[in-house]
């Protein structure tokens, strides 16, 4: 029970780091792929990098914190 319970703690950290990151590299990553924003063509293209881009990495955070940690776990458990 308090393996799981690290691991999923472990999986909601990553998942809360993942999505910070990527908010804060949000507007540098708009400007670079859609540029200025001049209509309704370059928002919806903005919004669909975010509805997209968020949980995508912030699954990707999570389910690599949650892989480290259990390698992490398991090799100390061996070391005992």
Do not use: H
């Not at 507007?27 to 509805?51: K, T, W």
């Amino acid at each position: 029970m308090k393996r799981s319970m690290q691991i999923c703690l472990a999986s909601f950290a990553g998942l809360v780091v993942g999505g910070g990151l990527f908010m804060v590299v949000f507007p540098s990553l708009a400007r670079f792929f859609i540029g200025p924003v001049y209509g309704e063509d370059q928002m919806s293209a903005n919004a669909s990098l975010l509805f997209i881009g968020l949980p995508a990495t912030a699954l990707v955070f999570a389910i690599a914190a949650g892989m480290w940690w259990a390698i992490r776990l398991k090799a100390k458990a061996k070391s005992k």
